[in-house]
């Protein structure tokens, strides 16, 4: 699957400079492995409400429907109904990688933490996405419901 790929790419990314690592390549390895983590979200939501079987003219714009500040402010709700579930250990990563992913991608100051701490983020996204594999089908078909439609 495609988050794997990323996944991998985030790892190898934070291990990629022997020594100490250059502040891009940790940069680069916690933005993937946010990454990761939203495109298995963009899967799920395009899988379980058309199918990825069906033409990519009807997949893609499913897919594409997620929207990073909807899904946050989602299992943000989601987390506060059910703290101890499954979707809130979902969120609660998703919600630190997006936090950490801005800081890496847009604040110019040198990071505050080096090679452990990213490795740490790429375990955490690595994690989520396999959470999200292991939901029930209820779960997933409710989770993906959740994250693409909007609350009125």
């Known amino acids: ?71 946050k402010k989602y299992l943000e709700r989601a987390a506060r109904a059910e703290p101890a579930g499954r979707i809130a250990q979902i969120g609660s990563v998703f919600m630190a990688l997006q936090e950490v992913r801005h800081q890496v991608d847009y604040d110019p100051e040198p990071l505050p933490f080096g090679r452990k701490a990213t490795l740490d983020y790429c375990a955490r996204a690595r994690f989520a996405v396999e959470t999200i594999r292991a939901l029930s089908a209820e779960n997933k078909l409710a989770l993906a419901v959740g994250l693409i439609m909007r609350a009125r």
């Open 1 to 71: 699957m495609i988050d794997d790929d990323w996944l991998e790419l985030a790892e190898h990314l934070a291990m990629l400079d022997p020594g100490r690592p250059r502040q891009a390549s940790l940069r680069k390895s916690i933005s993937t492995a946010y990454y990761a983590l939203f495109h298995s979200l963009a899967y799920l939501c395009a899988d379980q409400l058309v199918g990825w079987r069906k033409p990519w003219n009807v997949f893609k714009p499913v897919y594409r429907a997620l929207h990073h500040g909807l899904a």
